[in-house]
């Protein structure tokens, strides 16, 4: 039922930018866009959220695009420990987990 | 101090029996959930709650029943435990926010084998 789509898999060099991006055509305009990580065998992890504006707090920036149609999570400087499974999603009151994309930072 | 736990961390069980799985937030939220993420590791909602009353059920089969004492607890029951209820299975609570903006953090799961 997730309403967004994510590449399946990325690479990132460790100490480098990491832009993950995410399609959203048919967001509604109340629904926010969440992203959550998943690292290995570990409880999902809020990282950020927007409706319409850029968004960035310690962990991570937000762009989405003036039509809201899609949107970009960018790590500023992917470390090891960011490894994981990053979900998009487009909600404004249930979570629906889609597949999401598994980053893979390497040294 | 753990902001959403859950006990137990592993639980092995046969076919048929009834199990309980605790979570227990120290936030103040108001709203907890329980999600289950199967062996595709999709993560999927099953329940919500709010201030003890429930607002979401998603199609789970009344096997399992959602319990909350009071606003800190959600406590998950099963009963006839069967194979496909093997999974992983998250708490998880957040603070509801003005015009639908929420934060949800998630407890470190549960691993249920049914055997």
């Known amino acids: 039922d997730a309403k967004t789509t994510q590449p399946p898999s990325m690479d990132c060099a460790e100490g480098r930018a990491a832009n993950l991006p995410c399609n959203h055509s048919?967001?509604?305009?109340?629904?926010?866009v969440y992203w959550y990580r998943q690292i290995h065998s570990q409880g999902p992890q809020y990282i950020i959220h927007?409706?319409?504006n850029n968004e960035t707090n310690e962990m991570a920036s937000l762009i989405i695009t003036e039509d809201r149609k899609s949107s970009t999570l960018i790590l500023p400087h992917a470390t090891l420990r960011d490894t994981a499974v990053y979900y998009c999603?487009?909600?404004?009151?249930?979570?629906?987990f889609g597949a999401g994309t598994t980053v893979t930072v390497r040294a | 101090d753990t902001a959403v736990s859950q006990t137990p961390k592993y639980l092995v069980t046969q076919m048929g029996n009834d199990k309980s799985i605790k979570c227990e937030q120290n936030?103040?939220?108001?709203?907890m959930y329980w999600y289950k993420q199967d062996s595709k590791k999709f993560l999927k909602i099953m329940f919500s709650?709010?201030?003890?009353?429930?607002?979401i059920n998603e199609t789970v089969p009344n096997r399992f029943s959602p319990k909350s004492p009071d606003k800190a607890h959600l406590n998950l029951h099963i009963n006839s435990l069967e194979l496909g209820d093997s999974a992983v299975y998250f708490c998880?609570?957040?603070?509801?926010?003005?015009?639908?903006?929420?934060?949800?953090?998630f407890g470190p799961g549960t691993r249920l084998t049914v055997t």
């Open positions: 998880a609570s957040s603070q509801d926010l003005p015009g639908g903006q929420y934060e949800q953090y």
């Open positions: 048919t967001i509604s305009g109340n629904e926010y």
């Open positions: 927007g409706l319409k």
């Open positions: 999603i487009v909600s404004y009151y249930k979570l629906s």
């Open positions: 936030l103040g939220h108001d709203t």
């Open positions: 709650y709010n201030n003890k009353e429930l607002i």
